[in-house]
T-cell receptor, first 118, second 114 residues
Framework: AQKVTQAQTEISVVEKEDVTLDCVYETRDTTYYLFWYKQPPSGELVFLIRRNSFDEQNEISGRYSWNFQKSTSSFNFTITASQVVDSAVYFCALSGPMFSGGYNKLIFGAGTRLAVHP | DSGVTQTPKHLITATGQRVTLRCSPRSGDLSVYWYQQSLDQGLQFLIQYYNGEERAKGNILERFSAQQFPDLHSELNLSSLELGDSALYFC?????????????FGPGTRLTVL
């Protein structure tokens, strides 16, 4: 079965702290895609990153970085020097041919609510 | 701004009623998706359209239906509404409709059924 687990329901940090959001996935596909989305208090879902299963290179974008490890089926997201504007719910999502039947359903984790305090 | 638009932003209605949610995809995107976000179920895929044709169905109730029009905008129709249908409904779009295509989400329509 395909599944995404975000075990951390809520995380609270003080500004400038580094924080890592965990994402563990299950799939029998050899080709699959992982995503992170951000949902700020305003409610919209904002795309952050897409990674395919053949690309295990870590990625950095400004204060954001992602660590993809197939060996542990994890795709973790780190925010360095967190800021109040990072306060949001963050979702990890999975798409793959076995789950989606060749189409593009996303299966989401339950989300992690991050609160960054000044 | 993702480029995906949804109307209305908020909708308040009564049980038993019917509503229509509207979505316009990003320019150039052929595929449209609908998702429901509720407190108990989280984010759930409902249905996908590609260039006017239904591509995939998820956990969509029989009381719900959708379509994608020739101009590629999409509508989600919810009928015989129940209290449990109260949720945030998202539309997303992608260039193609294959697995892995990045989906860009609209701002959502918050439906409240009283």
């Amino acid at each position: 079965a395909q599944k995404v687990t975000q075990a951390q329901t809520e995380i609270s940090v003080v500004e400038k702290e580094d924080v890592t959001l965990d994402c563990v996935y299950e799939t029998r596909d050899t080709t699959y895609y992982l995503f992170w989305y951000k949902q700020p208090p305003s409610g919209e879902l904002v795309f952050l990153i897409r990674r395919n299963s053949f690309d295990e290179q870590n990625e950095i974008s400004g204060r954001y970085s992602w660590n993809f490890q197939k060996s542990t089926s994890s795709f973790n997201f780190t925010i360095t020097a967190s800021q109040v504007v990072d306060s949001a719910v963050y979702f990890c999502a999975l798409s793959g041919p076995m789950f989606s039947g060749g189409y593009n359903k996303l299966i989401f984790g339950a989300g992690t609510r991050l609160a960054v305090h000044p | 701004d993702s480029g995906v638009t949804q109307t209305p932003k908020h909708l308040i209605t009564a049980t038993g009623q019917r509503v229509t949610l509207r979505c316009s995809p990003r320019s150039g995107d052929l595929s449209v998706y609908w998702y429901q976000q509720s407190l108990d179920q989280g984010l759930q895929f409902l249905i996908q359209y590609y260039n006017g044709e239904e591509r995939a169905k998820g956990n969509i109730l029989e009381r719900f239906s959708a379509q994608q029009f020739p101009d590629l905008h999409s509508e989600l129709n919810l009928s015989s509404l129940e209290l449990g249908d109260s949720a945030l409904y998202f539309c997303a779009s992608s260039v193609g409709g294959r697995e892995g295509d990045t989906q860009y989400f609209g701002p959502g329509t918050r439906l409240t059924v009283l």
